[in-house]
């Protein structure tokens, strides 16, 4: 099996969920996030779970949290133009790394706006990294995306949620550091879930404080597809973010 194919199977895993029930939920009335839990009992922990995401984050927050590194290298992008949502699979080398733990880039996808609110306000963009290891455990770094700045990388490739074209047009030999602020170091990070069904709790979130921004034309097409795919923030229950 090649390391595309290998690379494949692992997002596809990851998303069964959302590519199995694509038609059992959604983020309208009748099948959106208040009524997730009664769609599936697979998607019960979306109503009884206590370690829920997305969340409010209302400096101050603890501090003194180590931070996640990045190696991001250069790989190919497989553009996924999904029901819900824009995104792309990752085929390259690109991991973060905390303490001992490796897990490697899979993939991302965008929400608009943004799903984590900064003392209850979103970005208009939110872009969600997804990691994984040799654990039950994901790393999703999440980066908060601005509009009404120049064009950029990132606003390019949420533009292409308007192109008409066939699924899995790939951009190749892409640097994924551009995926990423110039100083992804100072950090949010928190123990949560997964911000769509099955919303199981087995995400080690990390919410990057510096930002990216996009033009408003960017922003726009993005919109025009994809837009209020945003599951509303959930209670703390007691869990503490920590800042880095």
């Known amino acids: 099996m ?5 690379v494949r199977s692992i997002l596809l895993t990851l998303l069964a969920p959302l590519v199995a029930c694509a038609e059992a939920w959604g983020y309208d009335v009748g099948n959106g996030p208040d009524r997730w839990a009664d769609l599936d009992p697979a998607f019960a922990m979306a109503r009884s779970g206590r370690r829920q995401s997305p969340v409010d984050i209302s400096p101050p927050t603890g501090t003194g949290g180590e931070s996640v590194v990045f190696s991001y ?3 190919n992008l497989v553009i996924r133009r999904e029901s819900l949502m824009l995104s792309c699979d990752v085929v390259g080398g690109a991991a973060v790394r905390t303490g001992d733990d490796v897990r490697g880039l899979t993939g991302f996808h965008f929400h608009s706006p943004g799903e984590h609110t900064i003392g209850g306000q979103p970005a208009d963009i939110e872009m969600h990294l997804l990691h994984e290891g040799d654990d039950d455990r994901l790393t999703v770094v999440a980066v908060l995306i601005d509009g009404g700045r120049p064009p950029s990388f990132i606003g390019d490739i949420v533009s292409l949620a308007s192109v008409r074209a066939d ?7 892409v640097d994924l550091t551009r995926l990423l602020p110039a100083d992804p170091s100072s950090q949010w990070r928190y123990e949560g879930s997964r911000t769509f069904p099955p919303c199981t709790e087995d995400v080690d979130w990390v919410v990057l404080q510096n930002r990216l921004a996009v033009s408003n034309g960017q922003l726009e097409a993005l919109r025009s597809t994809y837009v209020g795919n945003v599951r509303p923030t959930q209670p703390l229950n007691g869990r503490t973010i920590v800042s880095t």
């Open 2 to 6: 090649s390391h595309h194919d290998v």
């Open 73 to 75: 290298g250069r790989g």
């Open 167 to 173: 699924d899995g047009s790939v951009l190749d030999d």
